[in-house]
């Protein structure tokens, strides 16, 4: 059974937009100076400043403080090493490392325009990247969601060049997932057998702005707790069965609140004269990522151990990150072994339609 790393990450730079068509080039993202001199360099995106450039630094100092392996050179992490990525995954035990975005965190533009002359550039980059890997580095397709014919268009192209899942945030601007309006996606997504994968995000810039004024929690409440929210929405509305086929995954929130909102959605739905089903995850064709340090005993006491998946955040150095995931997953003894080859591998080769 392949290893899969359910979460695992690209750090955009100046080549991911290296692929956009000739009339796209006044969309192309450039790197500013800080406007308060702090000498930090930030994306500016459609005229405004949007996101650090090249990420979070200083890996290895978080590591030895909060004693997890976070570290990764920064040529594996911006994509100019991946024989090198390569390699690193096969000192990991890694055999495919799925990839998500690190920009797509947030909000990046304002115009339908540029949103589509960025997904379009990112997915070919993206693209690029699983054919020189040879298929050991999948990824997750991103959509100009304002325009919705292109959106198809970019999820059919991306699906044929080795994407596994579509990335989308909790709050979609001013939409939530459960929203009719993306409903050509979800069937689209059914017919091509991709999930769509709610990684932490959300692009409402003003729930963002409110839930970190003060800097107080704001990646926390603005985005972890919204992946909750997200997921309770989900099941309270039956979204999932509407397109039965469909497989949904909420990745990087950890696994710890699955106890919380089901334990919450039991007690609610039976006010209203409904009964939750004891697989709860599986009857919403649902997968979770969990981390290494998670209750997963009393997670598994809720959800079943064939929805849980594992994900090293890869080339991220926050909370969530542990490159040596893997292994600590098989070191651990706390879990069934049938239980780790189905959070390892079994779990997401299904997930994502991984086949090896």
Same mark, same amino acid.
């Given at each position: ?34 406007? /308060? ?15 650090? +450039? ?30 090198g ?65 292109? +959106? ?38 059914s ?28 990646t ?24 039965? /086929? ?6 990087? +929130? ?6 919380? +909102? ?8 039976e ?9 709860v995850?599986?009857?919403? /064709? ?6 290494t ?9 809720y ?52 086949n090896?």
């Open positions: 059974m392949p290893v899969i790393d359910s979460d695992a990450h690209v750090v955009e730079t100046e080549q991911t937009w290296d692929y956009m068509d000739p009339g796209d080039e006044k969309y192309r993202p450039t790197i500013v100076d800080s406007p /308060n001199g702090d000498g930090v360099k930030y994306w500016k995106i459609d005229g405004e400043i949007r996101a650090r +450039a090249r990420g979070p630094v200083a890996a290895a100092g978080i590591s030895e403080k909060v004693k997890r392996n976070m570290v990764t050179d920064d040529a594996k992490r911006y994509m100019e090493d991946i024989p990525r390569i390699a690193h995954m096969d000192e990991l035990g890694i055999d495919v490392q799925v990839l998500y975005p690190t920009l797509y965190i947030g909000r990046m533009c304002d115009s339908p325009e540029a949103q589509l002359a960025l997904a379009k550039s990112y997915n070919r980059w993206l693209a690029d990247i699983w054919k020189e890997s040879n298929g050991r580095l999948r990824w997750t397709c991103i959509l100009p969601l304002d325009s919705m014919d292109e +959106a198809i268009d970019q999820l059919r192209w991306s699906a044929n060049h080795g994407a596994c899942g579509v990335t989308m945030r909790s709050i979609e601007d001013e939409r939530l997932l459960i929203d009719e309006y993306f409903y050509p996606i979800y069937e689209e997504a017919n091509l057998n991709i999930p769509i994968t709610v990684h932490i995000g959300n692009s409402n810039s003003y729930i963002r702005g409110l839930m970190a004024k003060d800097g107080i929690g704001g926390f409440s603005g985005l972890r707790l919204m992946s909750v929210a997200s997921f309770h929405q989900l099941i309270t509305t039956s979204t999932p069965k509407k397109f039965p /086929n469909l497989r949904w995954g909420f990745i990087e +929130a950890s696994s710890q609140w699955l106890p919380y +909102a089901v334990h919450d959605l039991r007690r609610r739905l006010t209203r004269g409904r009964d939750l089903e004891e697989d995850l599986g009857a919403y /064709n649902i997968w979770v990522t969990a981390q340090d998670d209750n997963l005993p009393d997670v598994l006491n959800v079943s151990d064939r929805h849980i998946l594992i994900g090293t955040d890869y080339g991220h150095q926050d909370q969530s990150s542990e490159i040596e995931a893997i292994r600590i997953m098989k070191e651990d003894g706390g879990l069934k072994p049938s239980t780790v080859d189905n959070i390892l591998g079994s779990n997401a080769t299904k997930f994502y339609a991984i090896l």
